[in-house]
């Protein structure tokens, strides 16, 4: 038989029979290059089936859902427990969207907390370039898009700089890796005790820990102030990048502390009202940024709170109703209600998130009383009556003199300007614009004149302001802000941060100054300007 008629025979054949036989058939007439090539495929996806290592030391759990065809690996620790069955109930998923009216009716339970809300450290804070803000489709922040912070992060990777002013903010993100290395255990800032801490682990070797201590009773507020910066920068609880864990667990470390009527912290100082006033300032912004129910109640309760211990008529100082009042402390309680009227704001405009409720007489009393403290012809504005300097701690009032901080007419110029006032018609800010140009940020520890409270109110106020105001306090910024972080190699110990040398470096140690001063790079996307061009 011809090798023709061999073929045509077994074709005929195999048309008849099983796949086997066409098997065969396919087999006996490939060359035998061929049929290596097609066993060798077939060896290796068998023994894909089986090797679930991912090359890192870790073994994974395959896991086929029922709604989708797509497969879920879960990093797993190389324990005896690998083989569990894992049922598909287990999965943590992204939060799900919820809806306006099934917000209102949630009951909050530490349950409901997704995965990027739970407990456990976040690593590798190296030196590569962020991924940048992940925020965008949450409440739509970010470049560009709508929402109630829709600026935060600037529309930039970070880490990469941008818009002419990368100093600034490479600056910003030494400042998060710094204050992401000094996170406690528990989730908040200590201001006495931070330097234990390094990337979650405690610091064996004393001298390696960093110096510039607080005081332990403003760790509520410290960690109020280092949450701020991190959803300044666009960071949430939220998306791939390195600080979701961090903002996880300082928001949950601030919910643990909240007592039932609302107020952060314990009330064993009368300067407690601080502490919760940085607190509730990031509680709400959190809420406005992410518009979860799981922070919904949190941040109502703080509201409520800064509303029952405002003065009738008038704003805040020490305590419940004290019957005095301060331009400090009223400037902090105004920050928190600022961003929840913006949340309200955007929930009139596109729907959510759900709106809080908040005591819009609040707005009516703070410019009553700032109209009280405000010098008509000098537009300075005193702290707990007209014509009085800033607050200074009793022992350093030598140390910092008053007439070198423009602290409480900066605060007042911009809640002025969030309160309504064009600042390119008001008198009253135009003349403090006009005294703080004239004391733009200096670092000289010699003559006092560094004051990082004041650059904070002032550099968010100047940036309202503009023009002429803002080119001479930016160029001040730069100099004393971003040349003056330190530059050390170790995030552990210094690079990062700022040395707690003001007036309320004692207090707040180096958590606050760093914080703080991050808040002010932040300020070219941190909020819109409210009048003008942007």
């Known amino acids: 038989m011809s090798r023709n008629e061999r073929y045509q025979h077994d074709y005929a054949f195999a048309q008849q029979g099983d796949f086997n036989e066409q098997l065969y058939l396919a087999l006996k007439q490939s060359p035998w290059w061929m049929i290596s090539i097609a066993i060798h495929v077939l060896i290796f996806f068998i023994m894909t089936l089986f090797d679930t290592s991912d090359g890192s030391g870790k073994k994974k759990k395959v896991i086929q859902t ?41 009951v909050e339970t530490d349950n409901d907390l997704p995965y990027e809300e739970s407990f456990g450290q976040s690593e590798g804070l190296s030196d590569a370039p962020f991924e940048g803000p992940a925020n965008n489709g949450t409440i739509g922040i970010g470049g560009g898009a709508g929402g109630a912070f829709k600026g935060r992060g600037g529309g930039r990777d970070l880490g990469t700089g941008g818009g002419g002013r990368k100093k600034f903010d490479d600056a910003v993100d030494d400042a998060l890796r710094w204050l992401a290395a000094h996170q406690s255990s528990n989730g908040g800032w200590e201001a006495a005790g931070f330097n234990q801490w390094c990337d979650g682990k405690p610091v064996g070797d004393a001298s390696k820990r960093p110096d510039g201590l607080g005081k332990a009773l403003y760790d509520p507020g410290v960690t109020g102030l280092a949450l701020c910066a991190f959803l300044g920068a666009g960071y949430t609880n939220r998306g791939k990048h390195p600080f979701a864990k961090v903002v996880s667990r300082g928001l949950r470390y601030l919910k643990n502390i909240q007592d039932p009527e609302g107020c952060f912290g314990p009330r064993s100082t009368q300067q407690y009202i601080y502490n919760h006033a940085t607190a509730a300032l990031a509680m709400v912004e959190a ?11 949190s941040a109502q309760r703080c509201l409520d709170f800064i509303a029952l211990a405002r003065n009738p008529y008038f704003a805040w100082r020490y305590g419940i109703k004290p019957g005095d009042n301060d331009t400090s402390v009223s400037g902090w309680m105004m920050m928190a209600l600022k961003s929840a009227q913006l949340i309200n704001g955007d929930s009139v405009k596109r729907g959510k998130p759900a709106p809080l409720t908040i005591d819009e007489s609040a707005f009516d009393g703070l410019k009553a009383w700032l109209d009280k403290v405000t010098d008509p012809d000098y537009g300075r504005v005193g702290y707990v009556q007209r014509g009085t300097g800033p607050a200074r701690p009793q022992e350093l009032v030598d140390r910092f003199p008053g007439e070198k901080s423009e602290s409480m007419t900066a605060a007042a110029m911009l809640a002025r300007t969030f ?19 004239k004391l733009a940020p200096t670092w000289n520890k010699a003559d006092g004149s560094i004051d990082m409270y004041y650059w904070y109110y002032a550099t968010l106020a100047m940036f309202q302001v503009g023009g002429k105001h803002w080119d001479i306090w930016k160029k001040g910024m730069e100099k004393a802000m971003v040349e003056t972080q330190r530059k050390d190699s170790d995030y552990c110990q210094y690079k990062g941060s700022w040395d707690p040398v003001g007036p309320w470096g004692p207090d707040g140690g180096r958590v ?21 061009a942007k």
């Not at 620790?77 to 209102?104: F, G, L, M, R, S």
């Not at 914080?515 to 300020?523: D, F, G, H, P, R």
């Open 66 to 106: 029922n709604m989708a065809a797509e497969t879920v690996e879960e990093d797993l620790e190389d324990t005896e427990e690998d083989t569990e069955e894992v049922h598909e109930q287990e999965i943590v998923a992204e939060e799900p969207v919820i809806k306006d009216e099934e917000i209102a009716d949630h």
């Open 419 to 437: 309160m309504g006032e064009d600042p390119r018609k008001s008198k009253m800010i135009k003349l403090g614009a006009d005294l703080c140009a």
């Open 512 to 532: 606050y100054s760093t914080a703080i001063l991050a808040l002010c790079l932040e300020v070219f996307y941190r909020y819109d300007r409210v009048f003008g």
């Open 287 to 297: 809420y406005g940024m992410t518009g979860s129910p799981i922070f919904k109640g």
